[in-house]
């Protein structure tokens, strides 16, 4: 009850965080969707490419966050940018690695299906490679976003927003109440990102190859 009444008490203060928290993590989202879904479909077209590529963004995974991070502040400063900027690195590789696998996992007769009516690669793509791999995609990009909303309360800890500062100032201060008003909204948002977007992921897989959320 203490934490919900200083919750309650400071919820002007936690909604301005929550907000630049999905910004942050939204954003990082956003921009890994833009690069990764494109080069998962050019990787099943560049075999030779596939292993080094997704052998580098494996190995950008294994960096420690906040290692990644305190790289990024030489170029990008302190502040959001950089907390962006190494999300977005992070973010690479699941959706990256799901896009190809989908489609690499088409069964190789539908395809030559679609040649043998005319289709062109593009419309084999759009019409049958892509309705296909969505699950994957989906889940990858399900998965993502709830790792990112984790990680972007190290956000604070390069001078970024977003609920990590609520965490930081209460370690600072050894003020449990202050940890945990951020701490209980980032565990909520990524609950609740992890619940929107499995119903999504349902909604939009074609309906021979839905799943119960």
Do not use: C
Not at 42 to 64: D, F, H, S, W, Y
Not at 102 to 114: D, H, M, Q, W
């Amino acid at each position: 009850m203490k934490i919900l009444t200083y919750m309650l008490n400071n919820l002007d203060r936690i909604a301005i965080r929550t907000i630049e928290h999905l910004s942050i993590a939204t954003t990082a989202l956003l921009l890994a969707l833009l690069v990764a879904i494109p080069l998962g479909i050019i990787l099943t077209r560049q075999e030779k490419l596939a292993q080094p590529v997704l052998g580098t963004a494996n190995i950008i995974m294994t960096i420690p966050s906040l290692a990644l991070l305190a790289f990024m502040l030489p170029v990008l400063g302190i502040g959001n940018k950089p907390a962006i900027a190494a999300l977005f690195l992070y973010a690479l590789m699941p959706i990256m690695r799901n896009t190809y696998t989908g489609i690499k996992r088409v069964p190789p007769s539908l395809i030559e299906a679609g040649r043998g009516m005319g289709m062109t690669d593009f419309q084999l793509l759009y019409s049958i490679e892509l309705p296909i791999a969505l699950t994957f995609i989906l889940a990858g990009v399900r998965t993502t976003y709830v790792i990112l909303i984790g990680w972007a309360t190290l956000a604070a800890f390069i001078g970024g927003g977003g609920l990590g500062q609520l965490i930081w100032a209460g370690l600072t201060n050894i003020n449990y109440n202050l940890i945990l008003s951020g701490a209980i909204p980032a565990a909520l948002l990524a609950l609740s990102a992890d619940f929107v977007l499995g119903h999504l992921e349902n909604w939009l897989t074609p309906r021979g190859l839905r799943k119960r959320v």
